[in-house]
């Protein structure tokens, strides 16, 4: 069965910072790329966009979901926080990691979330509806299509690529927090340290690429 993507649109009061999103309408929020869990902290970075930042703050002071924040960078009319989740809050990115998936791209719409997602396969899908369902949260499929003739061509995974991704699925490295580092992944993989970051840094380029950076029109897709 072939890996996919999709994309979903999530929406529920219990989301972690949907909340805020709703106190403040002008905001744009989106996890850094890459970041994940800052080591040693348990928080979250995301990017911050908003016409008041005053008021997105006091809006995360309300927020159930959030048991505090800190501003770490400030450029202006953009700003990246470090936000920490309470008991309370549903982070459906836990269910997307627990089906071996990757994220792609995350943002609010509004106070729905709107999230490209890799998967394995399409029961992996199939248990990401159940998991909304099962945790009262609105589920849209908006876009699905198999990952092999999303982009076609040089836009597929090698071979190493897929096993070094797959593996590092496996492993936790893409979980929040890490279950596994890169130096554990390359050991799995009996390679070098610096080659096991390049298969999933090219591994990643290429999802991206064929999901993201590309419709099915041809043409470079905006949200």
């Known amino acids: 069965m072939s890996d996919v993507t ?10 972690a910072l949907t909340e ?13 790329a890459g970041a994940g869990t800052v080591p040693n902290l348990g928080g979250h970075l ?6 008041d930042f005053e008021r997105f703050e006091r809006a995360l002071e309300h927020d159930h979901t959030i048991d505090g924040f800190e501003q770490v960078v400030d450029s202006g009319d953009e700003a990246v926080y470090r936000f920490e989740y309470s008991p309370e809050a549903t982070v459906f990115s836990v269910a997307i990691a627990a089906v071996n998936g990757i994220s792609l791209d ?5 106070t729905a979330w709107t999230v490209r997602v890799w998967l394995p396969d399409r029961e992996a899908l199939a248990s990401l509806w159940e998991y909304a369902t099962d945790h009262d949260i609105g589920f849209v499929l908006e876009r699905v299509s198999d990952y ?12 190493d690529q ?6 590092a699925l496996e492993m936790g490295y893409f979980d929040e927090p890490r279950g596994a580092t890169l130096e554990e992944v390359a050991d799995e993989l009996d ?30 897709g905006e949200r």
């Open 6 to 15: 999709a994309t979903v649109r999530v929406e529920s009061p219990g989301l």
């Open 20 to 32: 805020t999103v709703a106190r403040d309408e002008t905001a744009t929020v989106q996890p850094v």
């Open 46 to 51: 995301f990017t911050v966009r908003t016409d």
């Open 106 to 110: 995350w943002t609010n719409d509004g």
């Open 148 to 159: 092999g003739g999303a982009g076609g061509g040089e836009s597929s995974l090698t071979a």
């Open 162 to 167: 897929r096993e070094a991704i797959l593996l």
């Open 191 to 220: 390679i070098s340290q610096p080659a096991a970051g390049g298969l999933l840094r090219r591994g990643l380029r290429r999802l991206v690429v064929s999901t993201v950076a590309v419709d099915g029109d041809g043409s470079a």
